[in-house]
Structure formats: structure tokens, C-alpha cells
């Protein structure tokens, strides 16, 4: 049972960094050589661990896998409910955008949530043989950013690029493969001004000083995703209420520079972009207008990504996005998350005490939907999962290079139970 069960996490587990499924036997065939890592809960056991390699091979199942039946329903958060999936072109590239960090402190179990269930859905698709195009973006100019640089006396890119390489060294340990495209702001200044231009020439925006406001009045499909009526509206979540709007749900497409600010050239004077038009910009440029999948925290339904698809189809009605996919939130304890809560919970900070792929284990144990309540019993819960994952791992290795050394008179069931005593019963001592 316990290795049916094992070997039903493979799918998920051993695929090589690029993605390449890698046939079993070549699998387990490298997890002797793996790290080791000291688990809290199993404080005088050392851990062998992940069977990911750089070296691994490419699939050699293609042909077996283009007979799988590719059957998938996501539940898609604007007709709320479960949809067949089916790509937009059969036999073409499946077009997800996943919308990023804005990096300006460590990333936090939320961000490590929300990746880690994309990062399923991406080798899923994968493995259901879909050519995937994986967009995720650094919002790498912003508010936060522009703050914790001055108080750290810190140039902004200089701090958001240290905190995008820390990201990306977090996703590697939680075994998240990289995306297809990784865009950052600052590089798509161009792109962000023609979609603000289309989206004044069809009377979706206004000009005021050197600001560009989205007006929603304008576009009467708004709250169509998020269920929201305008009089419901929260105006200045993310920024103090502007008394120059003209409905105070209107949102900035483009701030004007302020001092000490940096900033780009534009037909409007010299800013940088509002926080939600990046994703409508760099999702299009990537993928197109219209496109598969886009996805992130239930937290950015509203207002980011009502705000996306208004201007998208505000610079062009032809544009839609067939699944919205959304992940639950991270309790702490039972808490909301928050920094002023003071029980904001870093992925650095797990992972210096558990193996990472406990952490993953762990956020994979609840439908990614659910809210998942963080505690540190259920992260030995986790812990303890995969470490007799492994465990079971090692032992169908053993079976496969060595299957003399079980022992004829060892039936799997001996062995396991063996295993769960803390010994091996190929080498005679204890693992
Ligand atoms: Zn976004």
C-alpha cells in the first residue's frame, strides 16, 4: 500500500528542473546521492532527498502520453464553476500567466502557496502532453519597493533585483520549475504606454496633470469578475484616495514622476506605471490579447484582476482569458497572515529548519482552493509524509539495483514494516 501510494506521488515529484518527465528507474536511480538534510522532527535521522536533477533525462514516454486521455476541470473563478479544460488552440501552446512578486522583502508561505499550486497545474498540463507557455512577472518598480529602498538608502532596482534573485532561489528549493518568461516592469515601459494609449483613444481613461486615470464609469462590464458592484467598492486599498478621480474606483494607469522617484519619459510627462496595467501589458505581449489561463492569490480578484481584464478590453475588445484560476489564502495559527500581526511567516525561515520539499508536502496536503492553516504540527505532519516517502523510495531502489540483497524470503510487506522499525532490511542496519 505504502508503495503504491509512493508510487503515486511520482508523477508529481520526479520530474528534472526543465520539466522532462524521467523514466522511474533512472529516477530512483539518483536518490542515493542526494543531500542531507536534518529533519526537526527527526532530529538524529539524516534524509536523502529529492530525486531532481539537472543531469536527468528527457521523456522517453512521448508517444504513450499523446494516447492519454486529457481529461481536466478547473474550477474557474468567473463562471464559478468546475469547466472542462480545453485550450484555445488543440494543438497549439497552452498560454498561462500567473501574475509575480513585487520583491521588496523575503517571500512569504503565501507566495510559496500560490507557486507551488501553479507550479502543479504547469507540470500537470505538461503531462497531459500540452506545450505550455508559462509567463510569470516581477513587478519590479512599485510603492513598497520605492519605500523600503529609501529607508534602507538603497537604489529601487538594485533592492528589487536582490529580492527577485532570493525568490527565484526560493522557488528552486521548493522545486517549482521556472516559468517560460520571466518579465519584469522595467523592461516593458514601451509596451505599458501603447496599451495606456489605446485605452485613451477608446475613452476608457483620463488625463489629469500628468496622471492617467482608468475610467470605469466607461466601461460597464466592471466587477464582471469579481462579483462587485461599483457602489461596493473600496477606492484607495493600495493607494490614498485621489480627489481628482472621477468616480473614486477609478485607478492610475500612470503616476507622474514624484522627487527622488525613478522614473520614465511619456506622451503624458515623465512617471511610471499604476500597479495593474504591467499584467495586462506583459500578459499580452507574451501571449497575446487572449490567451488560456491566468492565475494568482484569491486576494488578487479584486481589485488587480478586475482591473486587468477591464483594460485589457478597453485597449481591445477582442481580448478574453478563458480560465481565471485562484488559490486559497495561508492562515497562520489560525490567523490572517500579516506583518502587523507580527506572524508573517518567510520561506527562508521554514526551510532553515525543514526540508523544502516538506514545506511543498505541506501546502499540497489541502485542496488549492482551501484556506491552509500553517502550523508547526502540521508542517511534522508534512515532514514526517515525506520522510516515509522516501523512505519507501529508497526501498524500491534497493528492490531495482539490488534485488538479491532482499532476501527471497522477504515478502514487500516485511520490508516496509522493516522500514517503519528504522531498519533496513537489505543492509542489515539502521537507516
Ligand atoms: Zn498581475
Given at each position: 500500500?505504502?508503495?503504491r501510494?509512493?508510487?503515486?506521488?511520482?508523477?508529481?515529484?520526479l520530474?528534472?528542473?526543465?520539466?522532462?518527465?524521467?523514466?522511474?528507474?533512472?529516477?530512483?536511480?539518483?536518490?542515493?546521492?542526494?543531500?542531507?538534510?536534518?529533519?526537526?522532527?527527526?532530529?538524529?535521522r539524516?534524509?536523502?532527498?529529492?530525486?531532481?536533477?539537472?543531469?536527468?533525462?528527457a521523456?522517453?514516454?512521448?508517444?504513450?502520453e499523446?494516447?492519454r486521455?486529457?481529461?481536466?476541470?478547473?474550477?474557474?473563478?468567473?463562471?464559478?464553476?468546475?469547466?472542462?479544460?480545453?485550450?484555445r488552440?488543440?494543438?497549439?501552446?497552452?498560454?498561462m500567466?500567473?501574475?509575480?512578486?513585487?520583491?521588496?522583502?523575503?517571500?512569504?508561505?503565501?507566495?510559496?502557496?500560490?507557486?507551488?499550486?501553479?507550479?502543479?497545474?504547469?507540470?500537470?498540463?505538461?503531462?497531459?502532453?500540452?506545450?505550455?507557455?508559462?509567463v510569470?512577472?516581477?513587478?519590479?518598480?512599485?510603492?513598497?519597493?520605492?519605500a523600503r529602498?529609501?529607508?534602507?538608502?538603497?537604489?529601487p532596482?538594485s533592492?528589487?533585483?536582490?529580492?527577485?534573485?532570493?525568490?527565484?532561489?526560493?522557488?528552486a528549493?521548493?522545486?517549482?520549475?521556472?516559468?517560460?518568461?520571466?518579465p519584469?516592469?522595467?523592461?516593458?515601459?514601451?509596451?505599458?504606454?501603447?496599451?495606456?494609449?489605446?485605452?485613451l483613444?477608446?475613452?476608457?481613461?483620463?488625463?489629469?496633470?500628468?496622471d492617467?486615470?482608468?475610467?470605469?464609469?466607461?466601461f460597464?462590464?466592471?466587477?464582471?469578475?469579481?462579483?462587485?458592484?461599483?457602489?461596493?467598492?473600496?477606492?484607495?486599498?493600495?493607494?490614498?484616495?485621489?480627489?481628482?478621480?472621477r468616480?473614486?474606483?477609478?485607478?492610475?494607469l500612470?503616476?507622474?514622476?514624484?522627487?527622488?522617484?525613478?522614473?520614465?519619459?511619456?506622451?503624458?510627462?515623465p512617471?511610471?506605471?499604476?500597479?495593474?496595467?504591467?499584467?495586462?501589458?506583459?500578459?499580452?505581449?507574451?501571449?497575446?490579447?487572449?490567451?488560456?489561463?491566468h492565475?494568482?492569490?484569491?486576494?488578487?480578484?479584486?481589485?488587480?484582476?478586475?482591473?486587468?481584464?477591464?483594460?485589457?478590453?478597453?485597449?481591445?475588445?477582442?481580448?478574453?482569458?478563458?480560465?481565471w484560476?485562484?488559490?486559497?489564502?495561508?492562515?497562520?495559527?489560525?490567523?490572517k497572515m500579516s506583518?502587523?500581526?507580527?506572524?508573517?511567516?518567510?520561506?527562508?525561515k521554514?526551510?532553515?529548519?525543514?526540508?523544502?520539499?516538506?514545506?511543498?508536502m505541506?501546502?499540497?496536503?489541502?485542496?488549492?482552493r482551501s484556506?491552509?492553516?500553517?502550523?508547526?504540527?502540521?508542517?511534522?505532519?508534512?515532514?514526517?509524509?515525506?520522510?516515509?516517502?522516501?523512505?519507501v523510495?529508497?526501498?524500491?531502489?534497493?528492490?531495482?539495483?539490488?534485488?538479491?540483497?532482499?532476501?527471497?524470503?522477504?515478502?514487500?510487506?516485511?520490508?516496509?514494516?522493516l522500514?517503519?522499525?528504522?531498519?533496513?532490511?537489505?543492509?542489515?542496519?539502521h537507516?
Amino acid at each position: 500500500m505504502a508503495a503504491r501510494r509512493a508510487a503515486g506521488l511520482l508523477p508529481l515529484l520526479l520530474s528534472s528542473p526543465s520539466g522532462a518527465r524521467i523514466p522511474l528507474r533512472r529516477a530512483l536511480s539518483l536518490v542515493p546521492s542526494l543531500r542531507s538534510y536534518r529533519l526537526l522532527s527527526h532530529p538524529a535521522r539524516s534524509f536523502s532527498t529529492s530525486p531532481f536533477s539537472a543531469s536527468a533525462s528527457a521523456s522517453n514516454g512521448a508517444a504513450a502520453e499523446t494516447e492519454r486521455t486529457r481529461e481536466l476541470h478547473l474550477y474557474n473563478t468567473k463562471s464559478r464553476k468546475k469547466e472542462h479544460f480545453r485550450p484555445r488552440a488543440p494543438d497549439g501552446e497552452v498560454g498561462m500567466y500567473v501574475c509575480g512578486v513585487t520583491p521588496y522583502d523575503d517571500s512569504h508561505i503565501g507566495h510559496a502557496r500560490a507557486y507551488v499550486a501553479f507550479d502543479v497545474l504547469y507540470r500537470y498540463l505538461r503531462y497531459l502532453a500540452y506545450e505550455v507557455r508559462y509567463v510569470r512577472n516581477f513587478t519590479d518598480i512599485d510603492d513598497k519597493i520605492i519605500a523600503r529602498a529609501n529607508q534602507l538608502g538603497e537604489d529601487p532596482f538594485s533592492l528589487s533585483k536582490r529580492f527577485s534573485d532570493d525568490f527565484l532561489s526560493d522557488m528552486a528549493n521548493l522545486q517549482c520549475l521556472p516559468p517560460s518568461v520571466e518579465p519584469r516592469v522595467s523592461d516593458h515601459i514601451d509596451q505599458i504606454i501603447n496599451m495606456i494609449k489605446q485605452i485613451l483613444d477608446n475613452n476608457c481613461a483620463y488625463v489629469v496633470g500628468g496622471d492617467v486615470y482608468f475610467s470605469v464609469d466607461n466601461f460597464p462590464e466592471y466587477g464582471e469578475l469579481s462579483g462587485r458592484k461599483l457602489d461596493d467598492n473600496r477606492a484607495g486599498e493600495r493607494v490614498a484616495v485621489d480627489e481628482r478621480k472621477r468616480n473614486p474606483a477609478d485607478f492610475a494607469l500612470w503616476k507622474a514622476a514624484k522627487d527622488g522617484e525613478p522614473w520614465w519619459d511619456s506622451p503624458w510627462g515623465p512617471g511610471r506605471p499604476g500597479w495593474h496595467i504591467e499584467c495586462s501589458a506583459m500578459s499580452a505581449h507574451y501571449l497575446g490579447l487572449s490567451f488560456d489561463i491566468h492565475g494568482g492569490g484569491e486576494d488578487l480578484i479584486f481589485p488587480h484582476h478586475e482591473n486587468e481584464i477591464a483594460q485589457s478590453r478597453a485597449a481591445c475588445c477582442d481580448s478574453s482569458i478563458n480560465y481565471w484560476i485562484h488559490n486559497g489564502f495561508v492562515n497562520v495559527n489560525s490567523q490572517k497572515m500579516s506583518k502587523s500581526l507580527g506572524n508573517f511567516v518567510t520561506i527562508r525561515k521554514v526551510i532553515e529548519m525543514y526540508h523544502p520539499l516538506a514545506l511543498r508536502m505541506f501546502l499540497l496536503g489541502t485542496h488549492y482552493r482551501s484556506p491552509i492553516n500553517y502550523t508547526i504540527e502540521q508542517l511534522n505532519v508534512a515532514s514526517d509524509r515525506l520522510y516515509y516517502t522516501y523512505q519507501v523510495v529508497q526501498l524500491l531502489v534497493a528492490i531495482i539495483v539490488s534485488p538479491r540483497l532482499l532476501g527471497a524470503h522477504l515478502r514487500i510487506s516485511q520490508v516496509i514494516m522493516l522500514l517503519k522499525e528504522g531498519r533496513s532490511p537489505t543492509l542489515g542496519c539502521h537507516v
